[in-house]
């Protein structure tokens, strides 16, 4: 019986144009199917946009647009941007605008309506919400989660840095409060149903806090773009109930057709309809990718839905990290230190992209990205590497063996010449070490671990290059009594080139089928199980095909100045150009140094007073699932009191009797009715990162000032 896989991207907030973010996780899924289907799955893949809530609203009126030609215009840009690299290849690109999807959303409220909490309760009740909501976020925010500048009356999100909204109104509430123990009881039960453990371990924090119950409608005349409340026309569902219930409402949960005039519909997409039972095939075996920083929303909020709506969960979220730029700083185009994908398409091969994507960052931690590293890392592992060995091995064939795959087999009288060579006359040790390195690529291929794979793959080419080397083909070529040995050294390295383009496909499909092509196999290599690749496969006597370049070597210092040049024109056209800006377009020019406007006087230093100190007592706080409220003592009359994000990190009492750095003039703020004076110094590659809280190894007297 074959085996099924499901695996969905997030669907993408139609507010903005798609960037780094969109191209990378769809990368990833993209890599995953093709690997999949290799294997002999068969998948389905869901990608697409989420397109309802008050920030389509602002940004369509922004615009000039209604929100209906606002979200069909961001979605055909990411449709195109998928077009451009290669990612195409999706199933279905849902969209929470068609009818089929308002009828199912509100097939499942129904469901959770009828059914009991876990603690016998009404799952979903009418009551009045007031509170601070961030439409960037479409979220709600809590007193950790948001600031107040100096001078002003209103809130900020910490994400974004917006001012918030205040809402006071009407609402539904899913009583998320009675499903925290329950959900603790399954990812106790199956760990691995969040990955990675960091992650997994954020989430159980978030619950151990304790759930609050969750406002999922707003009214009308507040937020009308929506899909309404069943049997309430003035509510419109929580745009994250809504946005969610995608993956389930895309195979076909809920519907039965009789919305399809819903004037929000679209020709974009079609439901695998429930009688036909793809909802029970694909559900069966799901995998969400999501990033980081909306995992909460794929475990706690989805789960918890699903739970109430008798569905099975998912087998697997998977939360991968931010990419930084080269200063370890969160991408933003207004800060021009974004990788754009119109540059990316303009000076790299999709191929080049999708290997640095899935090369440079370790899926599920942060990475770091510039123009720069893009190009050394297609000079030195593709153009020198892969490409390289391509090239070489296939030039020698054609040069020394007229263009035909040699034999491999060096019999016995010939002996002693290969090994004067330095090549072992049984290819066996070849086979068995290439056998091995593949088993390793599938192992870390199903992992997840793409980064890992890489390397034991580009560990094959940097030892088939080496015996190259060692061989000497050009000069075994010289000698008649070597023209086994000869045949025999091409032949391995081009039947290696054979597994690794089988074994690499999924990563660069475009470029490793070119390379299959020139070997001069016409078989599809989509279609071919890297698990069953044999040593010998290649036919000798196998006429080779026309060779070309697949990775030409690219011209950093060219690409750089074009590249910044233009940056610098798009900074010279702002009518208000901040110092913001232009210290991002410069920092860009040289990774891991700092440029001359960012530099600081050491008057500015001398004004951060930062102390030495002892943390006395650490606790959590009740209503609060970030904060720990911290006595440190700094060397004054009275311990200080702080309130630090670290809650979701650290054990309270794993901080108690540590040395931290506090920055001890920092103006006072309230949060949660407490008053914080102070600020612990952490380190962490970059917003949403895991911080580490600075300490000292040696023994520091408490109110020693950092110089």
């Not at 994400?159 to 009407?170: A, F, G, N, T, Y």
């Not at 990563?507 to 070119?514: D, G, I, N, S």
């Amino acid at each position: 019986m074959t085996q099924t896989f499901y695996i969905t991207t997030p669907i993408y907030y139609a507010n903005s144009l798609p960037h780094l973010g969109h191209i990378y996780t769809t990368t990833v899924a993209d890599a995953i199917v093709r690997y999949k289907k290799q294997r002999g799955f068969e998948t389905y893949f869901l990608t697409g946009t989420d397109e309802h809530g008050i920030n389509i609203q602002r940004a369509a009126d922004k615009a000039g647009r209604t929100p209906k030609e606002h979200v069909d215009f961001i979605s055909d840009a990411i449709k195109k941007a998928y077009k451009d690299f290669g990612l195409d290849n999706y199933d279905i690109f849902m969209r929470t605008t068609e009818a089929f999807h308002y009828e199912a959303v509100q097939h499942l409220w129904r469901e959770i309506a009828k059914s009991k909490t876990p603690k016998g309760n009404d799952p979903i009740y009418k009551g009045f919400y007031e509170g601070w909501f961030c439409a960037p976020c479409a979220a709600f925010k809590g007193e950790d989660e948001y600031y107040t500048p100096d001078g002003s009356d209103c809130p900020y999100c910490l994400i974004h840095e917006r001012p918030l909204d205040k809402v006071s109104e009407e609402s539904y509430f899913f009583r998320l409060s009675d499903y925290g123990d329950e959900l603790l009881r399954i990812i106790e039960e199956k760990p691995e149903r969040i990955r990675p453990d960091a992650r997994r371990n954020e989430v159980t924090a978030f619950i151990k806090q304790g759930l609050q119950d969750l406002s999922i409608s707003r009214v009308k005349t507040s937020v009308s773009w929506g899909i309404p409340v069943p049997d309430d026309e003035n509510h419109t569902m929580y745009v994250w109930l809504d946005a969610l219930s995608n993956y389930i409402t895309a195979l076909g949960y809920g519907n039965d057709g009789s919305g399809e005039n819903h004037p929000g519909a679209s020709s974009d997409a079609a439901p695998l309809l429930r009688n036909e039972g793809s909802f029970e095939k694909y559900w069966s075996n799901v995998t969400h990718l999501v990033g980081k920083d909306i995992l909460r929303f794929h475990t706690v909020y989805w789960w918890s839905f699903l739970l109430a709506a008798g569905i099975k969960l998912p087998d697997t979220v998977y939360a991968h990290g931010l990419w930084l730029d080269g200063h370890g700083k969160k991408m933003s185009k207004t800060k021009m230190n974004a990788v754009l994908p119109e540059t990316l398409k303009k000076y790299f091969s999709v191929d080049a992209v999708r290997y640095f994507l899935l090369r440079e960052m370790v899926f599920g931690q942060d990475g770091r990205v510039s123009f720069e590293t893009i190009i050394d890392r297609a000079n030195s592992d593709l153009a020198s590497g892969l490409g390289n060995l391509s090239s070489r091995t296939l030039t020698m064939i054609g040069k020394y063996c007229d263009g035909k795959i040699p034999a491999p087999v060096i019999t016995e009288p010939n002996f002693i010449y290969a090994k004067r060579a330095g090549v072992q006359p049984d290819a066996q040790e070849t086979a068995s070490i290439l056998e091995h390195a593949r088993d390793e690529f599938l192992t870390a291929f199903d992992d997840y671990a793409f980064s890992r794979a890489l390397e034991t793959a580009w560990a094959i080419i940097a030892r088939i290059d080496k015996e190259l080397s060692d061989a000497k083909p050009w000069d075994l070529a010289k000698d008649e009594h070597q023209r086994e040995t000869l045949n025999a050294v091409l032949y391995r390295a081009v039947e290696i080139l054979r597994w690794l383009s089988v074994m690499l496909y999924p990563v660069m499909p475009e470029a490793t089928q070119k390379i299959y092509g020139q070997i001069g196999l016409t078989e599809d290599i989509s279609k071919l199980d890297p698990k069953e690749l044999k040593w010998g496969g290649l036919p000798a006597g196998t006429q080779t095909g026309e060779i070309a370049p697949v990775f030409p070597r690219l011209d950093k210092q060219k690409i750089m100045e074009e590249i910044n040049s233009s940056q610098q024109s798009v900074v010279g056209s702002q009518s208000e150009t901040g110092p913001d800006q232009k210290a991002a377009v410069q920092t860009t020019n040289d990774e891991g140094q700092t440029s001359k406007d960012d530099f600081i006087t050491i008057d500015d230093f001398l004004k951060v007073d930062l102390r030495v100190g002892t943390v006395l007592s650490a606790e959590k706080l009740p209503d609060a699932d970030k904060l720990l409220l911290l006595k440190v003592d700094i060397g004054e009359e009275e311990p200080r009191q702080l309130l630090a994000g670290l809650a979701m990190f650290y054990e309270p009492e794993k901080l108690v009797g540590r040395k931290v750095v506090v920055v001890a003039n920092l103006k006072p703020r309230k949060m949660r009715g407490l008053m914080s004076q102070g600020m612990i110094c952490a380190a962490s590659l970059g917003d949403g990162d895991t911080p580490a809280v600075a300490t000292f190894i040696e023994d520091v007297q408490n109110g020693a000032r950092l110089k």
